[in-house]
């Protein structure tokens, strides 16, 4: 079900709304308007929808508009056309039409930010920073200070409840503004560049606390990022923005299969595969192996045998080779070496690599108990390579 709901969004600052719209219906460019009128278009004809449980990343370079588009979303950036829905019980509030009250409430009740810059108040105690959101949501002193405490336990403060923010480090101070926000119990949750400027091992740990939390919790999150790695590591859709334009939408392993414009694909070039990537998106398909009396070649020297389509062992001339089915969240360590192993297709390419490297073999990839394909070192090398791509025509 749709959280968030964003349709024919414009965003433009300046004066002259009259000339710079017409303008922008005609495809004049964001620096033509500029020129011609003195605006500035923050975002052009954004469309997009985020459900209950998504983490929607909004990603791109510095400009492109993915903060101003976020900034909409609990209306401190003015819509100059199109509508952004958020829901509010049954019904779904346009942010850009709701008056004051409405907007207040929605901003207490519903919609709560995580800054760049952390935006803590110095002269009050992580714990009082943490429940000054309930304080504006008219929750009484000892409530508030009570839910306060359970959220500093969940990111791990609360040694530190009575501090002030200038004596916890860029990091902690940061899981006071996730635990800041987690607090209002809100059902949408806006993160702009939360983890930015933090070293990049801090960092990493927030990601990865972040993705913790979201599976306890379950909020609506939009994320904007210019690291197109963070983006994929915690996003489960991605929005690329340039120019003030989303030019692709769509699931990560998709974005990076199949980027749809030249500027996607450079994004893409440069990004760790085995952070995204399953083993569906990079095996050879059964039907594409060398066959040999009713066998597959699957290495040298190891040829698969299947009884409509499923597994029946592999075999090297006519010995047969040990195997065995890995399912995740198992030790590899616990995989004999020169096995070859059975794991789902959507085992991820780091997983894949790291059983691969362990038992020095091929894997076989099965689909509800169909064997579908297989991974060898030619399909980790071409990931590696960048050759996974399935788009056939980049369009500029």
Request: hydrophobic share 40%; charged share 25%.
């Amino acid at each position: 079900m749709a959280v968030v709901t964003i349709e024919h969004l414009d965003i433009v600052f300046g004066d002259n709304l009259a000339k710079t719209l017409p303008l922008m219906d005609k495809g004049h460019t964001r620096n033509d308007i500029l020129g011609l009128t003195g605006d500035v278009v923050g975002v052009q004809d954004a469309n997009i929808e985020v459900n209950e449980g998504e983490i929607c990343v909004l990603m791109g370079l510095s400009g492109s508009g993915k903060s101003t588009l976020l900034r909409a979303v609990n209306g401190l950036n003015k819509i100059a056309r199109g509508r952004c829905l958020v829901r509010d019980g049954d019904e779904m509030v346009d942010m850009a039409t709701c008056d004051e009250t409405k907007l207040r409430h929605m901003r207490t009740h519903r919609v709560s930010m995580v800054f760049q810059s952390f935006a803590l108040m110095p002269w009050l105690t992580v714990l009082e920073n943490v429940a000054f959101g309930l304080e504006m949501q008219g929750m009484g002193l000892k409530e508030r200070l009570s839910k306060a405490k359970e959220q500093l336990d969940m990111v791990g403060l609360t040694q530190w409840a009575d501090k002030k923010p200038d004596e916890l480090s860029g990091g902690m101070r940061q899981r006071v503004g996730l635990a800041r926000a987690f607090a209002m119990d809100t059902d949408v949750l806006l993160m702009d560049e939360p983890f930015s400027a933090l070293d990049p091992l801090i960092r990493s740990q927030l990601q990865d606390e972040l993705i913790e939390l979201q599976k306890r919790l379950n909020k609506t999150i939009i994320f904007v990022s210019h690291d197109l790695d963070e983006a994929l590591k915690i996003g489960s859709k991605i929005a690329i923005m340039e120019s003030a334009r989303i030019i692709q939408q769509d699931e990560p392993e998709q974005i990076v299969l199949n980027p749809a414009t030249e500027y996607v694909e450079k994004f893409v070039a440069h990004t760790n595969p085995l952070n995204v990537l399953c083993g569906s998106a990079l095996m050879t398909p059964i039907a594409e192996l060398a066959k040999k009396e009713a066998r597959f070649s699957v290495g040298e020297n190891l040829w698969l045998a299947l009884d409509s389509g499923q597994f029946q062992g592999v075999y090297n001339l006519e010995e047969e080779v040990a195997s065995a089915q890995w399912a995740p969240g198992m030790p590899i360590e616990q995989v004999p070496a020169n096995t070859v192993v059975r794991v789902d297709e959507t085992i991820t390419m780091r997983d894949a690599v790291e059983i691969r490297y362990h038992t020095d073999r091929p894997l076989v990839l099965e689909n509800a108990g169909q064997c579908v394909g297989i991974l060898s070192d030619h399909n980790f090398y071409h990931a590696l390579l960048g050759k996974h791509f399935s788009r056939t025509e980049v369009s500029s």
